[in-house]
């Protein structure tokens, strides 16, 4: 008996899955989706929601070549069948064609986008697919077909399609120079004006980034706002981030709204599509006791911001197919503490920064980098830290080091406990130990970007004072 293995084939994502059957006298037995395993192997964990089989009376019906807008692995469960498959999907591979002659004991992986199509060789044959979205009448415009007998194509049809039984819609069917491609799917990503949200679009050109102007998260009607179908990542960098305005009444509700509210409903469209859900998460969701934060630290937020962004981590953690990126100390494109501290040294100016609360910065270009990594990667879901790696510093360090870049002396910084800076002011909360454990992230080999290198890049990029 085989053992279970994945072949990959000359279509891309179109994978051969060789399923072990066993038998006796009695009949046989398989495995026909054995998530853990296929998964392991190599196979998308693409979340089927719907069983679909088809039964075919003789030898010889012949179905015609679709390509739907989901993924799909079919499989034989009686009699034997002779498959085609043709990459309708726009790029170097359209039109590309993959042949078998299959039964029980092979399977097949169909992207999105990959016209199916069989012959059945045997009397009573039953042909079996899992989808990864529900079928509904209203998708049928959204097929791409192309003609079974497409001379382009030239597929050796084992039973010629003049004494097959095919049906008359499929006879009729556009030549494969007639047809649209398949458009490829997109990355989206959600909170594209924020400094994370513009490192990911610069780092993905392809994408689709939305801003808060051009769309409302928190508006009724999110889940018909966009064609969710065609993006095959949704990057979450959408979110609240007034930290001490969260302290206050109106922040605090204005914080849960958009943090957990929008979250849980980007967590339900993913759902519903099966899209991978890569979403950025905060040190804010501990206390900061321990000095260094993994993965597996339970949660314990001090305030508002750090709780609403725990509770939308617990949201996406529910998804089969999701990314929590924890990071801490932002720096990217927009306000942030290093621009701040430069601008300060070009006007003259010598401020008090906290030097009690420790950690690392996080470029929001590494931030970008790694996310992509993970999903190109097709790492494991789940949790992963990022920052810049090297030493943890505090903020009056980093400030005495962007001091001494812009040629002022660093002792004009003057470091000051959490307790003395906070004094007049209305401050949330902070972890006091923010430094966050990359050892997971460097093993799906990321290699982060030392944080004095990032930050001495950083500073020489920004604007020069006129």
Wanted: aromatic share 8%.
């Amino acid at each position: 008996m085989e053992d279970l293995r994945i072949e990959m084939t000359a279509v891309p994502g179109l994978l051969m899955v060789h399923l072990p059957v066993h038998s006796d006298h009695r009949g046989w037995f398989k495995e026909n989706w054995q998530r853990e395993h296929m998964v392991e192997l190599g196979l998308p964990d693409f979340a089927p929601v719907q069983n679909n089989v088809s039964y075919n009376v003789r030898r010889g019906v012949t179905r015609g070549i679709h390509a739907e807008p989901w993924d799909k692995m079919v499989s034989v469960v009686t009699g034997r069948i002779f498959g085609a498959w043709v990459d309708l999907r726009e790029g170097e591979c359209f039109g590309r064609v993959v042949t078998l002659e299959m039964g029980p004991e092979t399977a097949v992986f169909v992207p999105r986008g990959v016209g199916n199509s069989y012959q059945t060789l045997e009397d009573s044959t039953s042909y079996s697919y899992l989808v990864n979205d529900h079928w509904s009448p209203d998708f049928r415009d959204s097929y791409t077909f192309v003609n079974l007998a497409d001379s382009g194509l030239a597929i050796s049809w084992p039973i010629t399609l003049e004494d097959a039984d095919v049906a008359e819609a499929d006879r009729s069917h556009p030549a494969l120079a007639d047809v649209q491609p398949v458009p490829a799917l997109r990355p989206l990503v959600l909170g594209a004006g924020g400094q994370v949200g513009r490192a990911l679009c610069s780092l993905l050109p392809d994408a689709h980034g939305v801003t808060r102007a051009e769309l409302d998260l928190t508006a009724a009607g999110l889940e018909d706002a966009l064609e969710w179908g065609c993006y095959d990542v949704i990057y979450n960098a959408a979110g609240y981030n007034a930290v001490d305005e969260a302290e206050t009444p109106e922040g605090r509700r204005e914080a849960w709204r958009v943090n957990v509210g929008v979250t849980a409903r980007i967590v339900e469209v993913a759902r519903r599509h099966g899209t991978p859900l890569m979403h950025f998460s905060s040190d804010y969701v501990f206390d900061g006791i321990q000095e260094r934060h993994d993965e597996l630290e339970p949660l314990s937020p001090l305030g508002v911001y750090g709780q609403t962004k725990a509770a939308a981590d617990a949201l996406v953690a529910t998804l089969p197919r999701h990314y929590i990126l924890r990071t801490s100390w932002v720096v990217g494109d927009g306000g942030n503490f290093v621009a701040t501290m430069a601008r300060l040294a070009d006007q003259g100016v010598s401020p008090s920064v906290v030097c009690d609360q420790v950690g690392r910065l996080s470029f929001a270009d590494e931030l970008a980098r790694a996310a992509r990594h993970l999903v190109r990667k097709r790492a494991e879901s789940g949790t992963y830290n990022v920052t810049c790696s090297g030493e943890e510093t505090s903020w009056a360090d980093i400030a005495a080091e962007v001091f001494r870049a812009k040629g002022r002396d660093p002792l004009d910084v003057t470091p000051v406990s959490t307790e003395e800076y906070a004094v007049g002011k209305q401050m949330a909360p902070r972890p006091l130990h923010s430094t966050l454990d990359l050892t997971k992230l460097e093993s799906t080999g990321f290699r982060p970007t030392p944080v004095a290198e990032a930050l001495a890049a950083y500073v020489e990029g920004l604007p020069r004072p006129v």
